[in-house]
């Protein structure tokens, strides 16, 4: 069965300074990767997905994340925050294979990113 | 194209009380899910649905909880009677087809959620 951990459940963070918030997954076989965003009583906005090829990944809102295999590793960096990415932060792993014809998304706990001024 | 669209934003009901909520996928996604996020927690699949045919529903508590898409677009997910424990966003999302990743496009877009308060 796969599992996602958030290793961060809050993340601290001065405006203009880099972040990075760290997903370690795991799962016997090969997977696709994706990072949700979700702002105060709003939903979850796909933020962006490893699915194959290069392991940086680029995304919205200047984010960008690296796919280590080796390590079981998805983390999330941006090289300056914004005020207004304070918000909760949702790592979600699932299945290449299509067991019954669909696979699953497991989310991680979440992580809190406050941007400070 | 519009989004995924829920209503009720927000309700607060007494226990034991019935609540339903209701969610419209974006237009051509045949898979609908709903997911329960509680508080300071990620979300988790209570339902997924292929057209009108419920194809999980593992986790969807059956003694009080019930879903239905009954012409394979728009859904309702019931609660009778609520408890305490029920307090939590409910959030809907949608896909086309249910193999996320699949041709390097599908994934699964959210509604804004609505959120149940039970007193």
């Known amino acids: 069965a796969q599992s996602v951990t958030q290793l961060d459940s809050q993340v601290p963070v001065f405006e203009e300074a880099p972040v990075e918030l760290r997903c370690n997954y795991s799962?016997?076989?090969?997977?696709?990767l994706f990072w949700y965003v979700q702002y105060p009583n709003q939903g979850l906005q796909l933020l962006l997905k490893?699915?194959?090829?290069?392991?940086l990944v680029k995304g919205i809102n200047g984010f960008e994340a690296e796919f280590n295999k080796s390590q079981t590793s998805f983390h999330l960096r941006k090289p300056s925050v914004h005020i207004s990415d304070t918000a909760e932060y949702f790592c979600?792993?699932?299945?290449?294979?299509?067991?019954?014809?669909?696979?699953?998304?497991?989310f991680g706990a979440g992580t809190r990113l406050a941007v400070h001024p | 194209e519009a989004g995924v669209v829920q209503s009720p934003r927000y309700k607060i009901i007494e226990k034991k009380q019935p609540v339903a909520f209701w969610c419209n996928p974006i237009?051509?996604?045949?898979?609908l899910y709903w997911y329960r996020q509680n508080l300071g927690q990620g979300p988790e699949l209570l339902i997924r649905?292929?057209?009108?045919?419920?194809?999980?529903d593992s986790q969807l508590p059956k003694d009080r909880f019930s879903a239905e898409r009954l012409k394979g677009v728009d859904s309702t997910l019931k609660i009778q009677p609520a408890e305490l424990g029920d307090s939590a966003v409910y959030l809907c999302a949608s896909s086309k087809g249910g193999q996320l990743g699949f041709g390097g496009a599908n994934v699964l877009t959210f509604g804004a959620g609505s959120r149940l308060t039970v007193l």
């Open positions: 649905y292929e057209n009108e045919e419920a194809v999980d």
């Open positions: 799962s016997s076989v090969s997977v696709y």
């Open positions: 979600a792993v699932s299945d290449q294979r299509f067991s019954g014809g669909y696979n699953k998304l497991i």
């Open positions: 490893y699915l194959s090829g290069s392991t």
């Open positions: 237009s051509g996604h045949n898979t």
